[in-house]
Nanobody
Framework: QVQLVESGGGLVQPGGSLRLSCAAS????????VGWFRQAPGKEREFVAA????????VYANSVKGRFTISRDNPRNTAYLQMDILTPEDTAVYYC??????????????????WGQGTQVTVSS
């Protein structure tokens, strides 16, 4: 079993940056792909980015491509989401999740095995 804890959310002005962290418990973090999802009020949870087990393959939603960067540090059991050039449309609760495989399914929330509690990101002037 894996427990995930997100941190790094907050209030930022448009055009600013934030880095989210996803800390995982257990010794098996390196055997899971990691995804980031977000959910804005009144909207469905949507895929943001995912990274494979070794960290050499990534996938991004079109809406964040070129602005967000996902990475992971397996010895530290942590994954990251660097978010740059933020806009008010990025305002949401951001969740990290773990999945025991890699493939087209990484964009689908229901395919993930474990979830964190979420961290709020608010982009506003």
């Amino acid at each position: 079993q894996v427990q995930l804890v997100e941190s790094g959310g907050g209030l930022v002005q448009p055009g600013g940056s934030l880095r989210l962290s996803c800390a995982a418990s257990g010794r098996t973090f390196g055997t899971y792909a990691v995804g980031w999802f977000r959910q804005a009020p009144g909207k469905e949870r949507e895929f943001v980015a995912a990274i494979n087990l070794s960290g050499d393959n990534t996938v991004y939603a079109n809406s964040v491509k070129g602005r967000f960067t996902i990475s992971r540090d397996n010895p530290r059991n942590t994954a990251y989401l660097q978010m740059d050039i933020l806009t008010p449309e990025d305002t949401a609760v951001y969740y990290c999740a773990a999945l025991r495989s890699w493939g087209p399914m990484v964009v689908t929330a229901s395919r993930y095995d474990y979830w964190g509690q979420g961290t709020q990101v608010t982009v506003s002037s």
